[in-house]
């Protein structure tokens, strides 16, 4: 059985990976840079961009530091990651990734249930 992911702040319906890019392109145009997503096995994965970057986080459970997309040799900082408390953080650019690639690695993270093969990730465990 493959794993079904939900954005508990949109409703209880679950995303499809072919929807993922057009229901994150929503929501960032609505101003929420920040998205959780749920996955039925218990794993968040969460998204937050600038508009043109994105930090990308996958989670095992609740608690756990996790693992995220990394853009390596990237220089710079990048700010304007405003959570949804009001927050706005700011992360060096080779922990984002541009938001297209970000997308590319959500919508496979949600179908497959892995990073892609060519994915550059971290652990942060």
């Known amino acids: 059985m493959s794993e079904s992911w939900v954005i508990e702040e949109d409703g209880p ?6 929807a993922v890019r057009d229901v994150l392109r929503a929501r960032i145009a609505r101003g929420r840079l920040e998205t959780w997503l749920t996955g039925s096995s218990g794993r968040s994965l969460a998204v937050v961009t600038n508009t043109e970057r994105a930090m990308v986080v996958l989670l095992a459970r609740e608690g756990d530091p996790g693992e995220h997309a990394v853009d390596p ?3 710079g900082w ?3 990651y405003v959570l949804a408390n009001g927050q706005d953080d700011e992360y060096p650019d080779e922990d984002t990734i541009p938001l297209d690639e970000a997308f590319r690695i ?20």
Request: aromatic share 6%.
């Open 73 to 75: 040799g990237a220089e």
């Open 13 to 18: 319906a679950t995303v499809p990976s072919g």
């Open 78 to 80: 990048s700010d304007g």
């Open 106 to 125: 959500v919508e496979h993270l949600v179908g497959e249930g892995a990073w892609p093969a060519d994915a550059r990730w971290v652990s942060d465990r």
